[in-house]
C-alpha cells in the first residue's frame, strides 16, 4: 500500500510561484507513477503532470512551460515547481500514484491519493 502525503501549498499573488511536494512510502520494487492533479470549486478533478519511474513526463497544456514534475528518489519525495501563477491556479492540488507505468501521460488513472494542499492565488 502506498501512501502518499502533500505538503506547500499557501496562498501567493499573481505571478508567484510554490513548490509542492509529496512525500511517499510502503514503495516496493516495481514501477510506479506519480502525478499532480488538482480541483478548482466547482470543477472536476484534472490531471496537471506526470512522471514515470525513468522520469519521464508529461503535462497538461495549462502546466507546460510554468509548471516542473520532478522528484527525488532518495528521499521518497514528488515535486511540483509552479511559476507565474494565475487566479485560475487557484485549486486543490491531490499527489497520486499508480503501480504501472503513466500510460495516459497527465490522465493516467491513479490508484493511490493524498489528502491534498490548497493552493490560492489572489489578484
Known amino acids: 500500500q502506498v501512501h502518499v502525503v502533500e505538503s506547500g501549498g499557501g496562498s501567493v499573488q499573481t505571478g508567484g510561484s510554490l513548490r509542492l511536494s509529496c512525500e511517499a512510502s510502503g514503495y516496493t520494487e516495481y514501477s510506479y507513477c506519480m502525478g499532480w492533479f488538482r480541483q478548482a470549486p466547482g470543477k472536476e478533478r484534472h490531471g496537471v503532470a506526470t512522471i514515470d519511474s525513468e522520469g519521464l513526463t508529461s503535462y497538461a497544456s495549462f502546466a507546460q512551460g510554468r509548471f516542473t514534475i520532478s522528484k527525488d528518489n532518495a528521499k521518497n519525495t514528488l515535486y511540483l515547481q509552479m511559476n507565474s501563477l494565475t487566479p485560475e491556479d487557484t485549486a486543490m492540488y491531490y499527489c497520486?500514484?499508480?503501480?504501472?507505468?503513466?500510460?495516459?501521460?497527465?490522465?493516467?488513472?491513479?490508484?493511490?491519493w493524498g489528502q491534498g494542499t490548497l493552493v490560492t492565488i489572489s489578484s
Open positions: 497520486a500514484a499508480v503501480r504501472s507505468w503513466c500510460t495516459g501521460g497527465y490522465t493516467t488513472r491513479m490508484d493511490y
